[in-house]
């Protein structure tokens, strides 16, 4: 079983086993069923199981000591304990004492010094009657045990140590009643045990977890300022792209607005024999996706046209955007068309939707397509072709869903021949063409026309206008109208203005010496204009007292688009100055 006190310098530790008697003759097991018994005290039971029970939950470290207690209680016993194995398993040590050896608790001795080794390897209940003459060193241990019964004690099915009851003299002889008691109270101990011990794996654990969240809450602590640092800068970030996407938004409005307002709604006013003709293509291609590309003379009604295809497709409650090839810088053109992202060339301080991104579901009206430079023909085409387009300095294709009308005053066939426009960007173009016939060629529209414009001009004048003179009427029909309709328009509109009769009349110098087609000749961004046309656009500068647009401007004396003679005027650097002052 155990040495008393400190063993290992104990003289007995080290006493001769030699002369031990063998087990046989100290085991008396078999004597405590024959010995009478008395009977079961199951209220006694139950009281010390609810004793071990409530130690259990109070004080679980002490459920060891309340067993030697109850077990010394229990079997009326003169000392009783535990002894456990050490975890080399090769010592016991008295890990509970009650009665006369409770002085030993805590002691230990070799495994086979005692009778707790010889239990084990038998794994049963063992009684033992002076155990003395096999263990020598017991013989030390006083007071001397008369009888010991001993029973295994398991933690998780394994035999760890004994439980054992001593009787010190003849006083009384352990019964099969006291062994009942040992192996009861022996089960439920080691059962309260093992919750002893899940209890402290659980308390490691619960320890090991508080740790750890300390350490991830200083961690965390250590991330929060900059964390939050990070997040406010996010935040601020968010908020200027916020702010650039509304700007941007808005930007988007006004452009689709000042687009728009130009407007759907100018009339397509005539009712001659090839202007009907016309309109009857409008109204079989309009509901088509078809792109159309519309020629004619400068004037003629081309955009106008245009708009009646779009407001007749089932784009209609879309943009419609257009775009005068002829009008826009020769380096500004892709970006205008397509694009740029921020920062994509010197300038482009943030990003900038092209005509083709805010045309998109709805049509675009490519005017002066002739006039386009060669490699944006080209970009152009590859864009018709892949239905795909990209910013400038952007990363990726944006697709498109776009109509594409174009219109040209050029005799395209020409500029192919001369090398100036490309053959595949013509046929990409040329799908439905619609020729939209000059004014001398269907001069019963004017008539009509100037009715209309006079309506128009007067009204927007606070004017009262019932007619014409016969013999302006007589010189708007015989005259050949280079300007077509634009230079009617503007004759009109310039009538108005001086007028101060009911009945309007044309001065027949207004007329004369127009016969100037400039965009038929030459681009804006060819880089050797004729000096003839050079000449031309001053003496209608200098007529207009420098001034391009408006009825009395160059633009309309020439019958021109003011937007493409002020792009001329750029190319070609005139100074509209003098004419100004002169
Ligand atoms: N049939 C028409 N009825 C009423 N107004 C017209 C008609 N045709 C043209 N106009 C007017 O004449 C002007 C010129 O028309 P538009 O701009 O469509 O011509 P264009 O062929 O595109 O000219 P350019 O080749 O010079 O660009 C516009 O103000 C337009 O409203
Ligand atoms: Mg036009």
């Known amino acids: 079983m155990i040495a008393s006190g400190n063993s290992r310098n104990d003289p007995f530790?080290?006493?001769?086993?030699?002369?031990?008697?063998?087990?046989?003759?100290?085991?008396?097991?078999?004597?405590?069923?024959?010995?009478?018994?008395?009977?079961?005290?199951?209220?006694?039971?139950?009281?010390?199981?609810?004793?071990?029970?409530r130690a259990l939950a109070d004080s679980p470290r002490t459920i060891l000591q309340t067993l030697a207690d109850k077990v010394f209680e229990m079997l009326n016993a003169d000392s009783a304990g535990?002894?456990?194995?050490?975890?080399?398993?090769?010592?016991?040590?008295?890990?509970?004492?009650?009665?006369?050896?409770?002085?030993?608790?805590?002691?230990?001795?070799?495994?086979?010094?005692?009778?707790?080794?010889?239990?084990?390897?038998?794994?049963?209940?063992?009684?033992?009657?002076?155990?003395?003459?096999?263990?020598?060193?017991?013989?030390?241990?006083?007071?001397?045990?008369?009888?010991?019964?001993?029973?295994?004690?398991?933690?998780?099915?394994k035999a760890v140590g004994t439980i054992w009851a001593v009787a010190h003299g003849n006083r009384r002889k352990f019964d099969a009643e006291d062994l009942r008691l040992l192996e009861s109270m022996s089960r439920f101990a080691s059962a309260a045990y093992q919750s002893v011990q899940s209890i402290e794996t659980l308390k490691v654990e619960v320890a090991a977890r508080e740790k750890a969240e300390t350490a991830l809450q200083e961690l965390t602590d250590g991330l929060e300022i900059p964390v939050r640092v990070r997040t406010e800068e996010l935040e601020?970030?968010?908020?200027?792209?916020?702010?650039?996407?509304?700007?941007?938004?808005?930007?988007?409005?006004?452009?689709?607005?000042?687009?728009?307002?130009?407007?759907?709604?100018?009339?397509?006013?005539?009712?001659?024999?090839?202007l009907r003709k016309v309109l009857l293509q409008v109204a079989k291609v309009a509901p088509t996706e078809s792109t159309v590309l519309i020629?004619?003379?400068?004037?003629?009604?081309?955009?106008?046209?245009?708009?009646?295809i779009h407001k007749r497709s089932r784009r209609f409650s879309r943009a419609f955007v257009s775009v005068n090839c002829a009008a826009i810088p020769y380096s500004l053109i892709a970006s205008e068309l397509f694009g740029h992202e921020k920062g994509a060339f010197t300038g482009a301080v943030q990003r900038r939707l092209g005509r083709f991104e805010l045309a998109e579901g709805g049509t675009i009206f490519l005017d002066e397509i002739g006039d386009l430079p060669e490699d944006s023909q080209?970009?152009?085409?590859?864009?018709?072709?892949?239905?795909?387009?990209?910013?400038?300095?952007?990363?990726?294709?944006?697709?498109?869903?776009?109509?594409?009308?174009?219109?040209?005053?050029?005799?395209?066939?020409?500029?192919?021949?001369?090398?100036?426009?490309?053959?595949?960007?013509?046929?990409?173009?040329?799908?439905?063409?619609?020729?939209?016939?000059?004014?001398?060629?269907?001069?019963t529209d004017i008539p009509m026309l100037v009715e209309y414009f006079i309506h128009r001009y007067a009204k927007r004048a606070g004017k009262k206008i019932r007619g014409i003179s016969k013999e302006t009427s007589n010189l708007l029909q015989s005259y050949d109208w280079p300007g077509n309709i634009r230079e009617l328009q503007n004759v009109i509109e310039r009538a108005v203005i001086v007028s101060d009769s009911d009945i309007l009349s044309i001065d027949e110098q207004w007329l004369s010496g127009r016969a100037f087609r400039p965009p038929a000749?030459?681009?804006?961004?060819?880089?050797?204009?004729?000096?003839?046309?050079?000449?031309?656009?001053?003496?209608?500068?200098?007529?207009?007292?420098?001034?391009?647009?408006?009825?009395?401007?160059?633009?309309?004396?020439?019958?021109?688009?003011?937007?493409?003679?002020?792009?001329?005027?750029?190319?070609?650097?005139?100074?509209?100055?003098?004419?100004?002052?002169?």
């Open 378 to 443: 080209h970009t152009l085409l590859r864009v018709l072709q892949e239905r795909e387009f990209e910013r400038v300095g952007g990363s990726g294709p944006i697709h498109m869903n776009v109509r594409v009308i174009a219109a040209t005053n050029h005799n395209l066939e020409v500029a192919i021949a001369d090398g100036t426009f490309r053959a595949d960007l013509f046929y990409r173009l040329n799908v439905f063409p619609l020729e939209v016939p000059a004014l001398r060629e269907r001069r």
């Open 236 to 274: 601020q970030r968010n908020k200027e792209v916020k702010q650039l996407q509304e700007q941007l938004y808005k930007e988007n409005i006004v452009l689709r607005e000042e687009i728009d307002k130009a407007s759907m709604f100018e009339e397509l006013v005539g009712s001659s024999e090839p």
């Open 295 to 308: 020629t004619g003379e400068t004037g003629t009604g081309k955009e106008l046209i245009a708009r009646s």
């Open 521 to 582: 000749v030459t681009s804006p961004h060819t880089s050797a204009p004729a000096t003839h046309e050079k000449d031309i656009i001053e003496a209608a500068l200098s007529e207009s007292k420098g001034r391009v647009a408006g009825p009395f401007g160059a633009a309309a004396r020439l019958g021109v688009p003011s937007s493409t003679l002020e792009s001329k005027i750029k190319v070609m650097k005139i100074n509209k100055r003098p004419f100004k002052e002169a």
């Open 13 to 53: 530790e080290s006493s001769n086993q030699i002369a031990a008697a063998p087990l046989e003759s100290i085991v008396c097991t078999q004597a405590l069923r024959n010995r009478p018994s008395r009977s079961p005290e199951y209220e006694k039971e139950t009281r010390a199981l609810a004793a071990l029970a």
């Open 82 to 157: 535990l002894s456990l194995l050490t975890k080399d398993e090769k010592r016991f040590y008295w890990a509970a004492v009650a009665g006369a050896w409770r002085p030993h608790v805590g002691a230990d001795a070799p495994r086979n010094f005692g009778p707790c080794g010889d239990v084990l390897d038998h794994n049963s209940p063992m009684l033992f009657a002076h155990w003395e003459r096999r263990y020598p060193y017991l013989s030390w241990v006083m007071p001397l045990a008369d009888e010991g019964l001993l029973v295994p004690f398991y933690v998780n099915g």
